[in-house]
């Protein structure tokens, strides 16, 4: 099997890779926009660079594409891969707008291939172990979820709102609430939300958020995606945490933070390490075996769309002042 | 008669005139406020608590003082200064009322009152009558807390954007289960989650809305867990964790992110002792012991405020508008939309 990559701007790509080449899975192909950016990529994992997408599409050697790219590149990439008959294993959030990942998802439909968003926390071992108890009914009935996905401010293209489609609202949201979803079984049916921006960081973009939402089944939950994290701050990738109230109990999440804390003067701060297993291996490998045995992947483009819908909600809440149904993303 | 009913104090003086107190409610608070009076140097003069005479038998067992049969004897004691008011909310307002007009200065435990309209009259009784009203928003002196303040009021942290706070434990139970009833207790919101929103309004100021959500309006049989949401006119944005949902040892939290920096606190984390024993295997006592309680140095403050005249760090309006804030998330929780807390005119 060999993927090609369409963008490098996101950097998971360089895990993506490293995932597959463990998976025994080439990467024979790299395309982006930025010509300097893709080629040091290209050659940095020996693969060939291509300066055109169509031109890389059409390789039919290449049965599957990850799509890396500034989330506002995201629709288009996906869409031609679709057309070019290639399975999809696309970056989060998935799309800038509700209309655009529809689009994204149809094409892949329509194109019969494996549309797969890369939402790693799904492989984090807590996160699995905390599904398992509640599925065994260890904690009863859910009824609340507080998450956290706190975040530094990346800077780059992150906080160009036409490359990124919004700042830490659009990039922090998605990855708990798909957990949200997936331990609930249920569906956010509607969103209120507090934003600030330019609050925290320099930049005129959403920094500093709290996101509430309602599910379906009743659960309420509360999302806080603040890029609220310093460079002086020593957790792993800010946080990905969970606190789950059941009828019965709790269970408190702790999703990146599981391993050593380093504290060593050449840093000149503390920095966490997380060992507890690599969870963009696990994403990375269902979709593989999704595309060799035909199956459904576990997590879906639209698992993609319906988390980032809620970061659409989001901002809605904030223009709108008050909370908004689901149904009025566009 | 407005300030001490002693002479003027002198503050280079150490020894100032002792308080002599009445405790009405021997409870658990009760105990609490007498220990610390009496740390403190000021006389115990005795307790009321009718509804519960073998509380009163057993609080002045251990602490010594008079059983009163009634609130009204009590305060019929011309030689009680001050009273601490220790007994489930709903009776804060009738009991601080009576206090007033006897002439005793008050100390009220959190909340305030169960309503606005309680604590406005409670507020107006004192003021008409001259007397002192303090209201036990002991976390403001709580050392973290205080600390964390210095910190954000100095700038460490840059300009403040998020705030998280957490409380809470397992349910308490109280006497006939009145933290359980919305309309006595206010539920976690009013009588748990208000620490925390006051302290927040002593960092942030004025609160512009709120957005609240609790499980006592989804699944009333379960011990409450409920989550707010306040913005503050300033622009920082609040989240606030009250939970009578989580079996394990009292949970206090906090975590403060600002442009330069972020502070965090959990007393879980950094508890001063965890015990555990062969006979009681998975037991943990997790303990966060100060060498000054918390409690006393509130109380302190409040003697001081009566002897001096002065304010204390908390006042009664302060607690008012906590509550305000409070009962503004049980409306939000209840209805599912923000409330947002309108700029209440000068002569409310």
Known sequence: MKVGILSVAHGHVGSFAACLKRLGVDVTAVYDHDEARGRAFAERIGSQFYASRDELLAQPDISAVGVYGENALHAELVIAAAKAGKHVMCEKPLATSRKEGLAMVEACRKAGVVFQTFFPCRWLPSVRRAKALIESGHIGRIIAIKGTNHGGCPGGWFVDPKLAGGGAVFDHTVHVTDLMRWITGSEPVSVYAEVERNRLSKYPIDDAAMIAIEFADGTFATLDPSWSRNSAYYKTWGDVNMEIIGTKGTIAVNGVGQGPTYYTEALGKGREAHTAGNMDFGCVKAWVDAIQTGRAPEVSGEDGLKAVEVALAAYLSEREQRPVSIREVE | ?348
């Open chain 2, 1 to 348: 008669m407005e300030g001490s009913t002693h002479g003027p104090s002198n503050k280079e003086d150490d020894i100032e005139m002792a308080l002599r107190v009445g405790i009405i409610g021997a409870g658990g608070m009760g105990h609490g406020h007498a220990r610390a009076y009496q740390a403190l140097g000021q006389e115990l003069v005795g307790v009321a608590d009718p509804p519960s005479p073998a509380n009163a038998e057993r609080f002045a067992a251990a602490l010594g003082g008079k059983v009163f049969a009634s609130v009204e004897e009590l305060l019929a004691d011309p030689t009680i200064d001050l009273v601490s008011v220790t007994v489930p909310t709903p009776a804060h307002r009738e009991v601080v009322c009576k206090a007033a007009a006897a002439g005793k200065h008050i100390v009220c435990e959190k909340p305030l009152a169960r309503t606005l309209e309680d604590a406005d009259a409670m507020i107006a009784a004192c003021r008409d009558a001259g007397v002192r009203l303090f209201a036990g928003h002991v976390v403001r002196y709580f050392p973290e807390y205080e600390h964390v303040k210095s910190a954000i009021d100095r700038g460490d942290l840059g300009q403040i954007g998020v705030v998280r706070t957490t409380r809470g434990g397992s349910e308490p139970t109280g006497f006939q289960s009145w933290y359980r009833d919305l309309d006595r207790s206010g539920g976690l919101l009013v009588d748990l989650a208000i620490h925390d929103i006051d302290w927040l309004r002593w960092c942030f100021g004025e609160v512009e809305r709120v957005y609240a959500t609790s499980s006592k309006t989804r699944v009333p049989e379960s011990p409450e867990y409920a989550l707010a949401i306040l913005r503050f006119e300033s622009g920082v944005i609040a989240h606030v964790e009250g939970s009578w949902a989580h079996p394990g040892p009292f949970r206090y939290a906090y975590e403060v992110a600002g442009s330069k920096g972020v502070a965090e606190f959990d007393n879980l984390r950094s508890a001063g002792i965890v015990a555990q024993t062969h006979e009681h295997p998975g037991v943990v006592q997790s303990e966060y012991p100060y060498v000054e309680q918390p409690l006393l140095s509130e109380l302190q403050d409040f003697v001081r405020a009566i002897q001096s005249g002065e304010q204390a760090r908390v006042t009664a309006e302060d607690a008012r508008a906590a509550l305000r804030i409070s009962l503004a998330c049980l409306e939000s929780a209840r209805t599912g939309q923000p409330v947002w807390l309108k700029k209440e005119g000068a002569a409310q």
